[in-house]
């Protein structure tokens, strides 16, 4: 069969180590199920957050529905001990390899599904989303796209990747639309999906999945050069990563591409997690909720393929300008097109703009985190990237106090309209991304991230 490869200097080596068309195909599969997985864990909650809300709160008496949200907010401070122990979970990958790394996360994910699914009170269920939480921040499948694909295809086919896991999301609006009625809220079929999809997963992965063609490369020197000189090269740390990594000649894009995140992780907090919260208060029937997440889910996918295309053919920093523009002008149409359409003769009119608003801004901007991921990697050795990956979500914390009250305090000062809070911190944080990108960044398209010195 046809072989993939890139042309570089590094013949020698890269030659022996060569995965043909039929394993890359598998690839994107064993990939995009992994992403069904990861978007479940991340944007299934998201779509029956009203439910869960009535539960565990509000039918007991326990807190209302803003009281509720700001009290699960303050929790997710507690949960950043978890993911700084995510994080250094991540950076093994650069010591064990890709694989054993992804079929762990793999298992850890559909186990934090499992116990949110069993609780029978908020304590459990909110463990559940620690133990998804902790894996999720992982995000194996991108650094396996990177490492595995040509550079002329790598934003494509992680597209495709992150579209066939969104095909896998479609199920939450269908399971929904039976279970999740007035009168009877059951959201529990709606993450029954990944437990499935996670065995299948798994085992495809201990069977089929290889690890990925640039680590074999830098294992394989790093074995040819022990062997010639007869010394162990330096194991690696995040503070001899960090000191190593100051010293390459990308480290200045290194350093915004660290830098850049910390500005917009205000929003990422609210990009998705809200959008069933925001239909609730703008008065959006449960049966019509089912619609618009549809809906938006499909243009969700539609955004990750215009990106691929935008950031193969195009370049990374134009990505980047678009996706951002596409946000700040989108989160204000979903605005008004939502409130909009309950007491309009139009509604249905209303609701597909809102919907395709929703899922185009979204995806847009998750495709802004994976390219600025995706030039991290660009700018980064094979022996540093899961490490620096690691150091990189280590700075995000930063932000995430000052984040979750800012937060709060929107969603006191905005009571019963989340999307206003959404609107107040979204446009900042992509106007930034914009300025960053502009003055910053330099292009990294169509890079062979094998042959970055360090």
Do not use: C
Not at 93 to 109: C, E, N, P, T
Not at 419 to 424: A, D, K, R
């Amino acid at each position: 069969m046809e072989k993939l490869e890139d042309k570089s200097p590094n013949e020698g080596i890269t030659s022996k180590i060569q995965h043909n068309k039929g394993y890359m195909a598998l690839l994107i599969v064993i990939l995009g199920l992994g992403h069904v997985l990861d978007e479940y864990s991340s944007l299934a909650p998201g779509m029956i957050k009203s439910s869960i809300i009535d539960e565990f709160f509000v039918s007991i008496g326990w807190k209302t529905q803003d009281e509720a949200l700001q009290f699960m907010n303050l929790l997710g401070m507690s949960a950043m001990v978890i993911m700084i122990g995510a994080t250094l979970f991540k950076s093994l990958q650069d010591v064990y390899g890709r694989k054993l790394i992804f079929v762990i996360s793999a298992i850890g994910m559909t186990l934090g599904m499992v116990l949110m699914i069993v609780a029978g009170g908020f304590w459990v269920y909110f463990a559940g989303t620690i133990v998804s939480s902790f894996f999720i921040f992982n995000d194996m499948q991108y650094i396996y796209i990177q490492e595995e694909t040509p550079a002329r295809k790598r934003a494509q086919y992680f597209s495709y990747a992150k579209i066939l896991g969104l095909l896998g999301l479609l199920l939450v609006p269908v399971v929904r639309s039976f279970t999740v009625v007035e009168g009877s809220e059951n959201w529990r079929p709606v993450l029954y999906p990944p437990l499935i999809i996670g065995v299948i997963v798994v085992l495809l992965s201990i069977f089929f999945l290889k690890e990925t063609r640039a680590f074999q490369i830098m294992k394989k020197e790093r074995e040819e050069k022990k062997e010639k000189s007869g010394i162990e090269e330096e194991k690696i740390t995040l503070k001899s990563t960090f000191n190593a990594v100051r010293k390459i000649p990308t480290w200045n894009q290194i350093k915004w591409l660290a830098v850049l995140p910390m500005g917009f992780m205000f929003f990422a907090m609210l990009n998705q997690s809200y959008s069933e919260i925001f239909m609730d208060q703008a008065g959006v029937s449960l049966a019509d909720r089912n619609i618009v997440l549809a809906l938006s889910t499909i243009f969700v996918g539609v955004a990750y393929f215009v990106n691929g295309l935008i950031t193969d053919r195009v370049g990374r920093k134009a990505s980047l300008i678009f996706n951002a523009s596409v946000v700040i002008v989108l989160v204000v149409v979903e605005y008004f097109a939502m409130w909009a359409a309950p007491a309009s003769s139009s509604k249905m009119l209303f609701l597909v703009i809102a919907a395709i608003s929703q899922g185009f801004r979204i995806g847009a901007f998750w495709n802004i985190t994976d390219v600025a991921r995706m030039m991290m990697f660009e700018n980064t050795p094979t022996k540093y990237r899961g490490t620096v990956q690691a150091l990189s979500g280590i700075a995000l914390f930063l932000p995430m106090i000052p984040g979750l009250f800012l937060t709060n305090a929107l969603i006191s000062a905005f009571p019963g309209n989340i999307q206003l809070v959404l609107i107040t911190v979204g446009i900042p944080a992509n106007l930034f991304v914009i300025w960053g990108t502009i003055y910053k960044l330099k292009e990294t398209v169509h890079i062979d991230i094998t042959e970055i010195e360090g």
